[in-house]
């Protein structure tokens, strides 16, 4: 059995483990970081594309923006789509700010070559057991190339996801947890063709909901609306394609291109909030703490924006001795946590049919459409939360 000491133990490379243990390390405070996935996987596995104008700044002054400013695509709006037109939101005129895609696997790919470059502790396939003495001095239990190990810290960072051991570290008694689950999922999948449109359009159609996106200039995203009990083997890829046409289908010819798909599969759609993100030395974030229906494009963002509370309170911590930024860390998180799922949930209600919806809920989704789409103040309110709240006031 090997120990191991370290100041901050990070259990998950994930988006916030690895930004978390960018972030400490060129504040000159060391982190350890634990996979219990390969490398491979890590970098391969298809998540979120859709990077606010905040994540992108912070990466950028972090110095792991370099291949991200030269193959990410900055996007400057959005096309909200209905009754057969496209209404475009124009983010730089409305609110002076973009988002930018770029595949999260490839944040990732960047954050472990910088690593690994500078040779912190990245340790993949190294699967956390179960975390110790979370009030006194912690530890994490770990295994390891067939051996157990053991890992002594000041803090652990829980990065490991819905589906972690560190969220179910903390006392039932203590633990609250606030969720939603939508009576829908989203077929998704990624086909190479290149995109047919320049930025993401959302699409309200009677038939549901669908959602075209990018992760390159070859490689498209693309969404249908579909039940939770769906099964995918029911959708070849022709019907996938001629559902999609039809829900996209706009009054001046709108032309989606058929491509090869590489990946097809089927997301429920859900909010989860788990209450408080901390407990003695543990600390939640990202999926560990909160889940979002994508629809938003706020679930890889919101776990940046833990990192960087986070990390500020461990600056405090260990070069001034202040206490109060890890006290408040939840409260401080949790306030834009709550905003990004209200957007979130918002987003979801407008642009999805409703199991037995009827003729009234129809006209009054296309009623807040319209509205959206030609009131300038409520333009602007969509705009200003998609491109990402700002910091300052929301934390």
């Known amino acids: ?3 191991l000491r370290t100041q901050v133990g990070i259990i998950g490379a994930g988006p916030a483990g690895l930004t978390l243990g960018h972030l400490l390390h060129l504040q000159g405070i060391e982190s350890v970081v634990l996979e219990s996935r390969s490398r491979e996987y890590v970098e391969t596995r298809v998540r979120a594309g859709v990077l606010e104008q905040g994540t992108v700044d912070l990466l950028r002054e972090a110095g792991v923006g370099a291949r991200m400013n030269r193959e990410g695509l900055q996007h400057g709006g959005v096309e909200l789509r209905f009754g057969g037109v496209g209404h475009r939101i124009d983010f730089q005129e409305l609110v002076g700010k973009s988002i930018t895609v770029y595949a999260q696997q490839e944040v990732l790919k960047d954050l472990i070559t910088a690593r690994l470059a500078y040779g912190a502790p990245l340790f993949f396939e190294a699967e956390a057991m179960r975390i110790e003495n979370l009030e006194g001095q912690p530890r994490i239990r770990y295994t390891r190339a067939g051996a157990e190990h053991t890992m002594e810290c000041d803090f652990i960072a829980g990065c490991d996801g819905f589906h972690g051991i560190c969220r179910p570290a903390i006392p039932a008694g203590v633990l609250q947890i606030q969720e939603r689950q939508f009576p829908f999922a989203w077929l998704g999948i990624l086909a190479r063709v290149a995109p047919a449109s320049r930025e993401l359009i959302y699409t309200y ?4 909901f669908s959602l075209l996106s990018m992760r390159s200039p070859e490689v498209s995203r693309l969404y249908l609306q579909c039940g939770l009990d ?3 083997q029911n959708w070849p890829d022709e019907r996938i394609w001629e559902e999609l046409r039809v829900r996209m289908a706009t ?3 709108f032309v989606l291109k058929d491509g090869p798909i590489f990946q097809k599969g089927i997301t429920p759609m859900r ?4 209450e408080p993100m901390q407990y003695g030395k543990l600390f939640l974030l990202g999926d560990a703490a909160h889940i979002v229906p994508p629809t938003g494009a706020k679930g890889l963002n919101l776990a940046v924006a833990d990192v960087r509370v986070l990390t500020r309170a461990l600056v405090e911590r260990y070069k001034q001795g202040k206490m109060e930024g890890l006290e408040t860390y939840s409260v401080r998180c949790l306030r834009r946590v709550w905003a990004a799922q209200r957007f ?15 003729g009234f809920a129809h006209r009054i989704h296309l009623a807040e459409l319209r509205y959206v789409t030609s009131s300038r103040a409520a333009s602007m309110t969509l705009a200003e939360n998609y491109v990402g709240l700002p910091f300052e006031g929301w934390e």
């Open 230 to 232: 769906e099964d995918i």
């Open 1 to 3: 059995m090997g120990n």
């Open 344 to 358: 979130s949930a918002w987003m979801t209600s407008t642009l999805h049919r409703f199991p037995q919806e009827d």
């Open 271 to 274: 909010s989860f909030v788990a």
């Open 205 to 208: 159609h009677e038939r549901g």
């Open 251 to 253: 009054n001046d010819g």
